[in-house]
Every structure is written in structure tokens, then in C-alpha cells.
């Protein structure tokens, strides 16, 4: 009888021993199973979300491709803004002054070039701040119409993200202008004046 129950109970022990082990294999399979769906899960959302979070986490002095194309779009239409602003208030100012010395032959055809050419200085504060506004009003006109301003807005980009190359080439712009204002263009303007009285009182015709 003692045999008999040591059997049984041997038998029972290890029965349960075995589905132990069995019970304590399927816990363990199913936490690795469980990590590894948690790693695959996170790593897709990080394939998923990642490209739209790369802009913002951008460093503030990092330049990307996206600035030099802003910056090189409105660089290039502010600079032909600028020459067709300047064409305009050149032709203004020359038929208004010198044109007309010309015609009374006050003037000779050198003296009439070199004080066109000075009278360049004089229109560009003018020109440049139309220029510049003309150019970036042209290419965020385009970038909105082709839904790039979307795009980018779309990869994480703020309006100010987006606008910082413009800042950027503003604050260029408007160190160019006073350099003109307070030093280019004061003394072209003298510089004509000189050339204008001099060639009138060397001229006979005068």
C-alpha cells in the first residue's frame, strides 16, 4: 500500500512537474512572442511617423536642401525684379535729367554715359526693396500653386520654418539697401552733379 501510494503520488509529482515546465515553456514563448510584436510594432511606426518628424528636429544652424532651394528661387527672381525695377527708374531719371542736356548738346555722348551709369547708385534703394518683394511674392505664389508649401507643411514645417530663408535673405537685402542709402548713393549723386557742372562749363554750346 505505502509502494502503491509512493508510485501514485511519484506518478501525480511528476505529472505535475511536467505540466509545470510545459505551463512555464508556453508563459515564456509568449512573452518573447510578445516582445518581439512590441519591438516590430515600434520599429514600423518609427519607419511610419519618422520622415514626418525630421524637419522639426532639424538643428536651428543645420541649412537642408529644402532652405537652398527656397533661397535660390527667390534669389534669382529677386534679382531680375530688381534689374527690371531699376531699367524703369533708370529710363525715368535719365529722359528726366540728362536726356534732355543731350539733345541741347550741353552734354557730349561720355559725359552723358558716365552720368547714366551714376545714376545707378541712386535708383537701386528703390529698386532693391520692390525687387525683393516682387521676387517673393512670385515664388510663394508658385510654391502654393504646385502644393509645395502643403508638402512641406505636411513633413512637420511651420510657416516660420518654411519662411527662414526668406528672413535670411531679407535681412541681406536690407543691409545692401542702407549700404547704398547712406554711402553709394550720396556720393554718385555729388559725383553727377560735379560731371554736370563741369561739362557745362567746358562746353561752348552750354
Not at 524637419?55 to 528661387?73: A, H
Not at 559725359?111 to 528703390?126: I, S
Not at 502654393?144 to 507643411?153: L, V, Y
Request: proline fraction near 5%.
Amino acid at each position: 500500500g505505502v509502494l502503491g501510494a509512493g508510485r501514485g503520488g511519484g506518478g501525480g509529482w511528476g505529472v505535475s512537474a511536467g505540466r509545470g515546465g510545459f505551463a512555464g515553456g508556453n508563459n515564456m514563448g509568449g512573452r518573447r512572442s510578445g516582445t518581439w510584436r512590441l519591438r516590430t510594432l515600434v520599429w514600423i511606426e518609427q519607419m511610419v511617423c519618422q520622415p514626418a518628424s525630421l524637419p522639426q528636429s532639424t538643428p536651428p544652424g543645420v541649412t537642408t536642401t529644402l532652405d537652398r532651394y527656397i533661397f535660390r528661387n527667390v534669389l534669382f527672381s529677386s534679382l531680375a525684379a530688381v534689374g527690371i525695377c531699376a531699367f524703369v527708374l533708370l529710363v525715368g531719371n535719365v529722359v528726366k535729367d540728362l536726356l534732355s542736356a543731350l539733345a541741347a548738346e550741353q552734354i557730349d555722348l561720355p559725359t552723358f554715359v558716365r552720368a547714366t551709369l551714376l545714376v545707378v547708385p541712386f535708383v537701386m534703394p528703390y529698386a532693391l526693396p520692390l525687387g525683393l518683394l516682387t521676387g517673393i511674392l512670385l515664388v510663394l505664389g508658385r510654391l502654393s500653386a504646385q502644393q509645395e508649401i502643403t508638402a512641406m507643411r505636411a513633413a512637420g514645417w511651420g510657416l516660420a520654418r518654411i519662411a527662414r530663408p526668406i528672413f535670411v535673405l531679407a535681412v541681406i537685402g536690407a543691409a545692401v539697401v542702407l549700404w547704398f542709402s547712406c554711402e553709394l548713393s550720396p556720393r554718385a549723386s555729388s559725383n553727377k552733379k560735379l560731371l554736370l557742372i563741369d561739362a557745362t562749363r567746358t562746353n561752348p554750346l552750354s
